[in-house]
């Protein structure tokens, strides 16, 4: 699933530059199309993570990878900014809450001192979806034209879907083969009813705010990465076309970083404890990653710059599995909502990302205001730490949930 996530989402990124030759499109208006996806993606990230606690994840990735595969076909039939608006908006209203129900699935098949790690292997698999992506599209695209491609991957995602219904079941107790010792280590089976998501104890938690704010900031530059790198690559550097598949190299990196970045949280954590472990990883993380934005905005050579960038992706990675193992902590039976909230914030700063990178390329006429609002915003999202307290779970008051609910097990 996690593949399939950003080899769809880097699929619009890699086309870019045909796509907006093809459709006449100008920074600004590429710039709209790709807001349309974050608009629906914050709208429905909330709602999404809220049924994924209830029904748990068999059901609701079954719905969410069809309906993002649908759009992913549909966006090779668009013929202009508006159907590609349209498109873009329902694709990101379909994959909202994919990475929250992972959180749920997360949270009920693994124990607690494995989260970090088990998160980072879902986070790895995405940034090699996204590392696919160019090494697979430029061929592609290159000899049967951009739209072929998002033909490609909407038939590959239908076919997970079944895959995924079949073979994937919500609880551990429910699998054959699952002994009652595994299932007593993962500790969740007994915590599994469901209550409404308590929306008093969120606008209380100042943890959920620092989250959806720290989110938001990084997710502020790292969609640069998912929308605008290959273009950046050759209209302000200079790239060839075919030099674009290096933009598969941060997201390699990113893999590496997401990986490590779980082990090195666990480890942080078994060392300082959940509140300053969590803070220590993605207060350095973000720091980096400013420094590494502002470092590329300086550097006059094309390879160095792109390194420079490739350096800012890895820190925002590295500290992704800690974000979304702090969710899981906080929400604990509702890690998906609490995920969701989070990513809401996330996809708020790439709408933002998205609206302003257009504006600040025409304005500018290079791309120097689109690095410099990054380090800004990624030192921003490091300083947001300090609100964020991962020992501190959601406190859910009696007046803010009804009465539970068993959830569903398949």
């Known amino acids: 699933m996690s593949v399939l996530t950003y080899l769809d989402r880097v699929c619009i990124s890699v086309a870019g530059p045909r796509l907006q030759n093809d459709l006449g499109l100008s920074p600004h208006q590429w710039g709209l199309a790709t807001s349309a996806f974050g608009i629906a993606y914050a709208m429905f990230e909330i709602p999404s993570g809220h049924l994924a606690d209830r029904f748990g994840a068999r059901a609701m990735l079954t719905r969410i990878v069809t309906w993002w595969s649908a759009f992913t076909t549909l966006t090779g039939f668009v013929t202009n900014l508006w159907s590609l608006m349209v498109v873009r908006f329902f694709f990101g209203a379909g994959e ?51 739209r072929v491609s998002f033909y490609l991957f909407g038939i590959v995602g239908v076919l997970w879907s079944a895959l995924w219904w079949r073979a994937y079941r919500n609880r551990p107790a429910d699998v054959p083969g699952i002994s009652s010792a595994e299932v007593a280590e993962i500790g969740t089976d007994g915590i599994l009813s469901h209550s409404p998501f308590p929306w008093s104890s969120l606008t209380s938690s100042a943890s959920v705010w620092g989250l ?41 990196l990113g893999a590496a970083c997401n990986l490590v970045g779980g082990i090195a949280r666990d480890a942080a954590v078994r060392r300082f404890g959940l509140r300053w472990g969590s803070r220590l ?24 710059a792109f390194a420079w960038l490739a350096v800012c992706y890895g820190g925002i990675t590295f500290q992704q599995t800690t ?13 998906g909502a609490v995920a969701g909230c989070m990513n809401s914030g996330a996809a708020l700063g790439g709408l933002v ?58």
């Open 212 to 252: 959806m704010g720290s989110a938001g900031a990084y997710l502020f530059s790292y969609s640069f990465f998912l929308f605008w790198l290959p273009t950046y690559m050759v209209r302000e550097r200079g790239f060839s076309e075919s030099e674009t598949k290096l933009s598969a190299l941060p997201f390699l």
């Open 96 to 146: 909202a809450g994919a990475y929250p129900t992972a959180a749920t699935s997360v949270f009920r098949w693994f124990p607690a001192v494995e989260r970090g790690r088990a998160y980072g292997v879902v986070l790895l698999s995405g940034q090699l979806g996204a590392a696919l992506a160019p090494l697979v599209i430029v061929p592609v695209q290159m000899r049967f034209g951009w």
């Open 281 to 304: 990883i993605c207060q350095s993380a973000l720091s980096i990653s400013a420094l590494a934005a502002a470092a590329a905005l300086c550097s006059s050579n094309k390879y160095v």
């Open 323 to 335: 974000v979304f193992a702090t969710c899981i902590e906080i929400g604990r039976r509702y890690a």
């Open 353 to 410: 990302s998205s609206l302003i990178f257009g504006y600040l390329v025409e304005s500018w006429g290079n791309y120097d205001g689109v690095l410099l609002s990054m380090a800004i915003a990624l030192g921003l999202g490091a300083a947001l730490w300090f609100l964020i307290d991962a020992a501190e779970p959601l406190r859910v008051t009696e007046a803010s949930v009804a009465v539970a609910t068993p959830s569903r097990p398949d």
